[in-house]
C-alpha cells in the first residue's frame, strides 16, 4: 500500500494535521517511536485534546494507519515531521527527535519525495541540520532529486474558532520548486497557503509570533506588580485602553506562561542571536526574566495575604484551582502552577488542587493531593488561588464560599476576591 503523507510523531501538532489531511481523502500514515502511542491510536484511543475517541475511530475507518516500522516511510509521496523540541542545556533547541526523524526519512527517502519540517526550532535548522542528513543518509539532492520545506505548526490547543484547516499556514521552500510543491501539499487541505522567501524566514515567521505574544505578556505582567503597588486596577485599565479601535491589542497578566510556545521558542530565537552574533536578543531575554518570575511574585502575594489576617503561610492550607498551562485542556506542559505549587511548598504550606482535566498530578518527586470537593475544599482551605480558569469553575460563587480567594486571571467580580 502507498500513502499520501507520513506523518512523524503523532502528539498534539501531528495527529491534528494527520486528522485534516485524512478528511480530503489523502491516505495518512502515521509514524511514532512510542509503541503505546501507536498502538492505543490504532485502537482508537486519543491522548491529545483537541480529538475525541470517535475522531481517532472517524480516521481509521478512512483508512489511518499508525506503525514504528520506519521502512513504511518509503511508500508515502511526503514525509512532515512534527516531534517535539523541548529546551536543552544553554536554552536552545533538544533536536534529538528532530535528528531521529530525520535519520528515519534519509534511511528511506526516495527520489521525487517531500520532506517537510513543522517542528519549532531556531533559523537555519532545515538547511543545516536537515538537509545534510538527509542527503548524506540517501545520496540523492536536495531541491533536485526531492523537496524539503519548512512549515511552522500552529496548532493552538482547545481553540474552538481555529484549528487546521482555517487557520492559514506559513510555508517556506528549499528552492522555488520546493516552495510550489509543499503549497500545492497543503493547499489540498488548508484554506490559505502564505508563501515566505524561502526555510529560514518561515522558521523565523514562527519565532516573532510567539515572541511578541511573550513580550506583550511580560509587559502587562510587569505592569500588573507596580498597578497592585499603586492601588490601580490594572484589569480595569486594560478593558479601557481595549476601547481603542486601532493600535492596541489586549494581553493580560496571569500566574507565569506555560505551554511549549510562550516559555520555550522565543529562547530559541534568542539562543540562536547569541551563538551566530555574539550578542543578546535582549527584549526576549527581559521578557523571560520577567515570566519566568511571576509563580513567585504569586506566592509572595499568598503570603501577604494571609499575613494581613494574622495567619502564616507556614503550615496552611492553599487550594490550587486549574493546574494546566491554558483552560479548558489537559496540557500540563510548562504550566505555570508547577513552580507556583514549589514556591508555596517551600514556604511551609501544604498544597492541595482541584483540575477536572487532570486526575493526578507530580511536582517534582511529590504526588499533589487531590480533591474531587471542589466546593468544600475551597471552604476549608485557608486560601484558594484561581491559577487556571476552566469553564467549570464558578469564580464567583467560589470566592463568596472561600476564606480568602485570590484570582490571578482577572475573571471575578466578586468583592470577597483579591485579584492580580
Avoid at 511526503?78 to 533538544?94: F, N, Q, S, Y
Wanted: hydrophobic residues 40%.
Amino acid at each position: 500500500m502507498t500513502f499520501d503523507v507520513v506523518v512523524l510523531g503523532l502528539g498534539y501538532v501531528g495527529l491534528p494535521l494527520a486528522q485534516q489531511a485524512t478528511r480530503v481523502g489523502m491516505n495518512v500514515l502515521g509514524f511514532d517511536v512510542n509503541t503505546g502511542v501507536v498502538n492505543s491510536l490504532a485502537a482508537g484511543r486519543s491522548h491529545v485534546d483537541d480529538l475525541s475517541d470517535d475522531d481517532v475511530a472517524a480516521m481509521l475507518a478512512a483508512g489511518f494507519r499508525t506503525t514504528t516500522d520506519e521502512s513504511l516511510i518509503a511508500t508515502a509521496g511526503t514525509a512532515v515531521i512534527c516531534v517535539p523540541t523541548p529546551l536543552a542545556e544553554g536554552d536552545g533547541p533538544d533536536l534529538r527527535a528532530v535528528v531521529g526523524a530525520t535519520e528515519a526519512i534519509g534511511r528511506n527517502l526516495r527520489p521525487g519525495m517531500l520532506v517537510v519540517l513543522e517542528s519549532t526550532t531556531y533559523p537555519g535548522t532545515t538547511d543545516e541540520v536537515v538537509r545534510p542528513l538527509l542527503e548524506k543518509l540517501s545520496g540523492l539532492t536536495a531541491g533536485i532529486d526531492f523537496h524539503l520545506a519548512f512549515s511552522p505548526e500552529r496548532i493552538d490547543p482547545g481553540n474552538e474558532r481555529f484549528g487546521a484547516r482555517n487557520t492559514p499556514k506559513v510555508v517556506g521552500g528549499y528552492t522555488r520548486d520546493c516552495a510550489d510543491r509543499v503549497a500545492a501539499f497543503y493547499g489540498r487541505f488548508v484554506d490559505t497557503v502564505v508563501r515566505t522567501k524561502g526555510t529560514r524566514e518561515a522558521e523565523t515567521a514562527k519565532l516573532l509570533e510567539n515572541t511578541y505574544r511573550h513580550v506583550n505578556i511580560a509587559l502587562v505582567n510587569e505592569m500588573a506588580r507596580f498597578c497592585h503597588e499603586l492601588d490601580i486596577d490594572l484589569w480595569d485599565v486594560i478593558h479601557a485602553a481595549s476601547t481603542k479601535p486601532f493600535g492596541f491589542q489586549a494581553f493580560y497578566p496571569g500566574p507565569g506562561v506555560g505551554g511549549h510556545c510562550i516559555p520555550i521558542d522565543p529562547n530559541y530565537l534568542s539562543h540562536n542571536v547569541r551563538s551566530k552574533l555574539g550578542y543578546p536578543f535582549r527584549f526576549v531575554e527581559l521578557a523571560q526574566e520577567i515570566n519566568a518570575t511571576m509563580p513567585g511574585y504569586v506566592a509572595r502575594r499568598a503570603q501577604n495575604l494571609l499575613n494581613a489576617d494574622g495567619q502564616a503561610v507556614h503550615g496552611a492550607t492553599i487550594l490550587l484551582l486549574g493546574v494546566t498551562y491554558k483552560a479548558n485542556i489537559a496540557d500540563q506542559r510548562e504550566s505555570p502552577a508547577t513552580p507556583l505549587a514549589r514556591h508555596l511548598a517551600q514556604l511551609g504550606a501544604t498544597v492541595l488542587y482541584h483540575d477536572p482535566h487532570v486526575p493526578a498530578w507530580t511536582v517534582g518527586d511529590v504526588e499533589v493531593t487531590r480533591t474531587d470537593d471542589l466546593e468544600g475544599a475551597a471552604a476549608a482551605a485557608d486560601l484558594v488561588i484561581l491559577v487556571q480558569h476552566h469553564r467549570e469553575y464558578d469564580a464567583d460563587h467560589l470566592a463568596q464560599v472561600a476564606k480568602r480567594f485570590f484570582d490571578t486571571r482577572g475573571v471575578t467580580t466578586a468583592r470577597e476576591a483579591h485579584r492580580l
